[in-house]
């Protein structure tokens, strides 16, 4: 059932190219136009909105901090993103034209589900972003947009958040078509980058053994961190996630930009640091990171870079490098989250850690 795999972790780490592909399958109609069908909610509802705010819990969370970038930059609708376990006690302001996504692999997060239900005693609309057909979030939801990643076995989740992802893309073009925001053919050209995503997911786990590798070297490891930009940034968290709940070890995730505020204290020889590079692209988010690499490199970090496989400009600064294939930065997520998933199974398997069960933690969180 495993696949020959050791884990189900494992198993659906490599099922994620397959996940990924069932995820977008079927969501073009044959004039090209998005069509997703448990949408439930109309365009005209739909073109109303003015605000959206994503709620979830763990790495669900994690992905809705990607979808914020996504969703703001194709739709100009503004989005914040929310704890579930937090927005319900601060009153929050929702009204009809807000719309309450709620992301949740398990739909039958606690949290999440009393905030949905909040959400709509307040009459805002609620979208879920589910794995599991007929759980209670989507019940409870006005529209859903089911992912397929199929069952999740392993508590730490995989497939289900690079599927999330997916789901989160569809929306925020989805979106983009209702509000006219982005042109037929511009769609297309992101539905057809999306498209790509699974080889290029196949051709990072292609290169599984050179992390398991970099896994085994860290083993007396007591503390990691993990630096990222813009949507490298929840990526970074969710690194961190993945090696505290299934290697035990002291992880965190920051903003690249932030570390000179304070956590930059933290840096001591040795410390292991991965750096998610967001791809050389017009903006300046590439060189700022870099910057970043330079800053903790000097205070004796050892930097781990992931970063566009052709970029020679990160070698220099880089102790430890892994090349990814090119994507537009708001589509990086799908492919740099995978050496980080194959990092923590890896690294928890070495050191005698039950990965698919990793101590005090419960697949679906059902209580407040
Ligand atoms: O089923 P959900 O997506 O609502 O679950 C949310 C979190 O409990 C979940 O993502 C958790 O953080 C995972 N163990 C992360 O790997």
Redo the contacts with the bound molecule.
Sequence with gaps: EKDGHDWFMRKEIFEQPRAVADSLLGRRNASGLLELDEMRLDDSELRDIDRIIII?????YYAGMVAKYAIEHWTRVSVEVELASEFRYRDPILTRSTLVVA????GE?AD?LQAIRHARTQRSKVLSICNTNGSTIPRESDGVIYTYAGPEIG???TK?YVTQLVACYLLALYLAQVKGTFFGDEIHHVMDQLDEIPQHIESVLAEADQIYKIAREHVDATSVLFLGRHAGYPVALEGA?KLK?LAYIHAEGFAAGEIKHGPIALIEPGLPVFCIVPPRGRDHLHDKMLSGIQEVRTRGARTICLAELDDETIAPYADTLIGLPKVPVLLQPLVAVIPLQLFACELATVMGHDVDQPRN?AK??TVE
């Design positions: 979830a819990a763990g790495t669900s992301i949740s692999q398990s997060t999440t508590v730490a989740s289900g996630l709940e933690l679906s969180v």
